[in-house]
């Protein structure tokens, strides 16, 4: 098993930064480019999200992401100490409509529910914990 955590701070340039390392960690395990595109792209939402939504006060604070990579799957987790949600609580975006008539927002934890095999989150004390599951096994290359 292979961890990883890193720490970030509640500023958006910290996103493309913990990218870089995430890509170097999943390249230098192996993971298939379908399953680490995937993860990059829930990490962007997820924390733009967090990051945006998270700190109204505007104030400095840490974001822990905690990455667990085993032989069947890659588990994240993220915890913050914003205010509360529950990124599942989130109605999922109706993508029936057309661009203009669907509401602002939501696509992007509809993306990332779609892509994970599974998410879990839990307030623990005045932390968010978000953990993402996605499965290494019978991964189909792009």
């Known amino acids: 098993m292979e961890t990883l955590s890193v720490k970030i701070t509640n500023q958006r340039p910290e996103i493309a930064r913990l990218s870089e390392i995430v890509e170097e960690f999943m390249d230098s395990n192996d993971v298939p480019m379908n399953v680490s595109f995937a993860i990059d792209l829930a990490m962007d939402e997820l924390l733009t999200n967090v990051i945006t939504y998270g700190f ?3 104030s400095y604070h840490e974001i822990d992401v905690d990455f667990e990579l085993t ?3 890659i588990i994240v987790t993220i915890t913050d100490d914003g205010i509360p949600f529950n990124p599942l609580e ?3 975006a109706d993508t029936t409509l057309s661009i203009d008539e669907r509401e602002i927002g939501g ?3 509809h993306l990332v ?3 994970m095999n599974s998410m879990e989150y839990q307030r623990i004390g ?3 914990v978000l953990t993402l599951k996605k499965s290494l096994v019978n991964v189909v290359e792009d």
Do not use: A, V
């Open 56 to 58: 109204p006060e505007d």
């Open 71 to 73: 032989d069947e799957e």
């Open 90 to 92: 989130q109605e999922d």
């Open 107 to 109: 696509l992007g934890i």
């Open 113 to 115: 529910k779609k892509t």
């Open 126 to 128: 005045n932390k968010n």
